[in-house]
């Protein structure tokens, strides 16, 4: 079982997701992505590497320890009403913290993380998780063990698209701001390597749930997504 995942994200009317480049310039004030945030009323909310780096207040744990651990789940809490997980596969996020916005943070690693590396995030009292890559595997532990059923991936596009040609998607949350970006170089919803380029989604089918149009001339669009 994995939870229904809806990728939630705000972009420019070209598809770019960095507002500090948006013309006009504020077009993405008054914080309307938190509000539909909410409204979705997720269990957790994911991110990749270079996004929940954004969140961290560490800059790295001790580079050894005499401490030995199983390379099993360990939680500090299981009853939160929302977590924030963090793609983090190779252990590079030095947390000094516990929380998101008062989420517990999860982090999902590989095995070949350092006993230091899992010292420092059980010091933090940052839950972790180990899915080798896998991210169908990460998300079937995330419904066993935190009972996650509704999961909203917001990002970057590395980490959304990662999600898009799994066929992890079933559904896009996808606020439209009346802005441009409008040159090279800017991230956009939906992103792969130069490995990956090349790899279609399998996506056979969009249909549109709904079209809302928001304060401001901002529009949130929802479709729902058959994967092969």
């Given at each position: 079982m994995k939870p229904h995942v809806i990728?939630?994200?705000?972009?420019?009317?070209?598809?770019?997701?960095?507002?500090?480049?948006?013309?006009?310039?504020?077009?993405?004030?008054?914080?309307?992505?938190?509000r539909l945030h909410q409204e979705l009323a997720g269990d957790a909310w994911l991110v990749g590497c270079v996004t929940g780096q954004e969140f961290a207040k560490g800059?790295?744990?001790?580079?050894?320890?005499?401490?030995?651990f199983p390379r099993e789940p360990w939680f500090t809490q299981?009853?939160?009403?929302?977590?924030?997980?963090?793609?983090?596969?190779?252990?590079?996020?030095?947390?000094?913290r516990a929380d998101i916005g008062g989420d517990p943070i999860v982090v999902v690693l590989t095995e070949r993380v350092s006993d230091a590396h899992l010292a420092g995030l059980r010091a933090d009292g940052v839950s972790y998780i180990f899915a080798e890559l896998d991210i169908r595997l990460a998300l079937?532990?995330?419904n066993r063990e935190l009972e996650i059923k509704r999961l909203l991936v917001e990002g970057g596009g590395g980490a959304n698209g990662a999600?898009?040609?799994?066929?992890?998607?079933?559904?896009?949350?996808?606020?439209?701001?009346?802005?441009?970006?409008?040159?090279?170089?800017?991230?956009?919803?939906?992103?792969?390597?130069?490995?990956?380029?090349?790899?279609?989604?399998?996506?056979?089918?969009?249909m549109l749930?709904?079209?809302?149009?928001?304060?401001?001339?901002?529009?949130?669009?929802?479709?729902?997504?058959?994967?092969?």
């Open positions: 990728c939630h994200m705000s972009a420019s009317v070209d598809g770019r997701t960095l507002p500090s480049r948006w013309r006009p310039v504020g077009a993405s004030a008054g914080g309307l992505y938190e800059k790295a744990y001790p580079a050894h320890t005499d401490q030995t299981r009853d939160a009403e929302a977590y924030g997980v963090v793609l983090d596969a190779h252990g590079k996020i030095a947390w000094a079937e532990i995330l999600f898009l040609r799994a066929g992890l998607v079933d559904e896009i949350s996808l606020i439209v701001y009346p802005a441009v970006d409008g040159a090279k170089g800017a991230p956009s919803v939906f992103d792969s390597s130069e490995a990956e380029a090349a790899q279609p989604a399998p996506v056979q089918s969009m749930e709904s079209c809302r149009k928001l304060d401001g001339g901002a529009v949130w669009l929802r479709y729902r997504l058959q994967n092969r």
